[in-house]
């Protein structure tokens, strides 16, 4: 089955600079990527999300690169502000998930310094 | 609904009871989702429906756990003589196409 790997666990960044999150997947038939930002004591909400027929999308603040090639996919965060820090988790399916849901990376806890 | 709407939101119980969790996912979502997340750990995936269709089971962690999905609407997840290490926040999510799903607040299980 997939496996997720995702990397920093916590990461602390200066208000204003950037953040980046990295994950690797293992099945190459894996096509689709979502990240989630889970807040505390709150479910995770849908930020971003990617297919494999792009290498890069962007919504203001927020990108997501794919590498299909190496399996890897990265969430970048320009900007920070103190409402981006949360717990992110980013996730690998085929086709969306269906039956073998989404895989999960293990989280990572970001940390915004004013 | 507005969002995927979980109940109850907390449940203490003690270890041997059977608990039962509720989702409401989001009026017209025919795909609906049972995620488990234990402290500092990742999402793990448990069940999904499709509709009214019958759920593969093979996520589920052992035969204590069951789930059901009635009218292609409000599903519930049973747990069987809990045990301590059923401890976790129980997540819900439901989706139109399969793609970006909305999940609920979850539910919090403490086995004691």
């Known amino acids: 089955g997939e496996n997720v790997e995702q990397h920093p666990s916590t990461l602390s960044v200066q208000e204003g600079d950037s953040a980046v999150i990295k994950c690797t997947y293992s099945d190459s038939a894996s096509n689709y990527f979502p990240w989630y930002k889970q807040e505390l004591g709150k479910g995770p909400q849908l930020i971003i999300d990617?297919?494999?027929?792009?290498g890069e999308k962007k919504d203001q603040r927020i990108a997501v690169t794919l590498n299909k090639t190496a399996k890897h996919f990265s969430l970048h965060i320009t900007e920070t502000q103190p409402e981006d820090s949360a717990v992110y988790f980013c996730a690998a399916s085929k086709n969306g998930g269906g039956a073998d849901g989404l895989t999960f990376g293990k989280g990572t806890h970001l940390i915004i310094q004013p | 609904g507005a969002g995927v709407s979980q109940s109850p939101s907390n449940k203490v119980t003690e270890k041997g009871k059977d608990v039962e969790l509720r989702c409401d996912p989001i009026s017209g979502h025919t795909a609906l989702y049972w995620y488990r997340q234990s402290l500092g750990q990742g999402l793990e995936f448990l069940i999904y429906f499709q509709g009214n269709s019958a759920p593969d089971k093979s996520g589920l962690p052992s035969d204590r756990f069951s789930a059901e999905r009635t009218g292609g609407s409000v599903s519930t997840l049973t747990i069987q003589r809990t045990q301590q290490e059923d401890s976790a926040v129980y997540l819900c999510a439901s989706s139109l196409t399969g793609y970006g799903y909305t999940f609920g607040s979850g539910t919090r299980l403490t086995v004691v």
């Open positions: 990617i297919r494999s027929n792009v």
